[in-house]
């Protein structure tokens, strides 16, 4: 077995984002050979991490919460109706299981489970950043599960393969694969200011970078230029890719950029924003540490809109 260290000393901005930090091993070799994951599921030290639905389950001992299950403190549970193999971390075999949802979020049970859902847990640093990424993984691929019981193809049943990284249809036998969907999400600049908007679903006061889907046959570049000249009006020069960041709502990478605004007059698009203007680089700062004098504020630190904020507002980065 190859076991690749997992690199804790990453430079790029991406690695401390909320979701991005992840220490398995994946061990993509194996996933077609079941004598390998019949003997890494075969190792009473693996570690189970356990889904109700869309909800990650945690252990709480002595005040500390984990991720990670044994068979024994699963055996109680309901079946599961998913297992993917994630990979090794430190020699450790780590699966994902997908257990029926409960009726509702019930927080912390009596027996000393706590569900809560992953958004939640990064918002309020319950986790490690690399257990976070974990479950964020195991979150995506489950999802991914969930919604592709059915052959695009011909409509057949699928079947989960690969120890959890494909889905075969019975009928055609046609291969399917897990998706990621790549996002532009970019902070428009202009000297000391930047355009921020928000959307009706956002918290209260609560402004954020514009983002928005890439399309087929469209650059990153291009992307960023078409979504803030469809949401708020405004012609755009350079973009610079700055960071990114694995966003499993269900399963999308959020590509940050910083862009540079050729325009100034704003034509907001109603049917996707609630409100868009100019923030100036001091206001940022405020929303940023929670002292705008009209208590804005904007996503908190896990966010990639956040890091974009910070690095124009506080680092000088520019298009």
């Known amino acids: 077995m190859i076991i690749r260290p997992h690199n804790s000393t990453r430079m790029e901005r991406s690695a401390g984002l909320g979701y991005a930090s992840n220490p398995l091993d994946r061990l993509g070799q194996y996933r077609d050979h079941p004598e390998k994951h019949a003997e890494f599921w075969a190792d009473p030290a693996k570690h189970l991490v356990v889904f109700e639905g869309d909800i990650p389950l945690l252990r709480l001992d002595d005040g500390v919460h984990s991720p990670f299950f044994n068979d024994h403190q699963v055996a109680g549970l309901s079946p599961s109706q998913e297992t993917i193999f994630l990979g090794i971390l430190a020699q450790t075999p780590v699966f994902a299981l997908n257990l029926p949802p409960r009726p509702a979020d019930m927080g912390q049970t009596d027996d000393g489970l706590v569900s809560l859902d992953l958004r939640s847990l990064g918002v309020q640093g319950l986790l490690p950043p690399d257990e976070l990424g974990i479950l964020a993984q195991a979150k995506s691929l489950l999802s991914w599960h969930k919604i592709h019981p059915f ?72 992307a960023v230029r078409r979504e803030l000249f469809e949401e708020a009006g405004i012609e755009t020069g350079k973009v610079r890719y700055l960071s990114c960041q694995p966003w499993p709502f269900p399963s999308s990478l959020m590509i940050g950029c910083l862009a540079e605004a050729l325009t100034e007059k704003l034509a907001i698009d109603y049917d996707e924003l609630e409100d868009a203007r100019w923030f100036t680089r001091d206001e940022v700062k405020g929303m940023l540490t929670r002292t705008h004098p009209d208590g804005l504020i904007c996503p908190p630190p896990i966010a990639i809109a956040n890091s974009l904020m910070h690095a124009w507002a506080f680092d000088g980065e520019t298009p």
């Open 151 to 222: 052959c695009a193809q011909c409509g057949g049943k699928t079947e989960s393969a690969s120890a959890g990284w494909k889905r075969q249809c019975t009928g055609c036998q046609a291969q399917h694969f897990p998706r990621t969907d790549p996002v532009s999400i970019m902070l428009l600049v202009k000297g000391d200011r930047c355009v921020l908007g928000r959307q009706a679903r956002f918290v209260a006061n609560s402004y954020s970078c514009l983002a928005g889907f890439i399309e087929p046959g469209e650059t990153l570049e291009d």
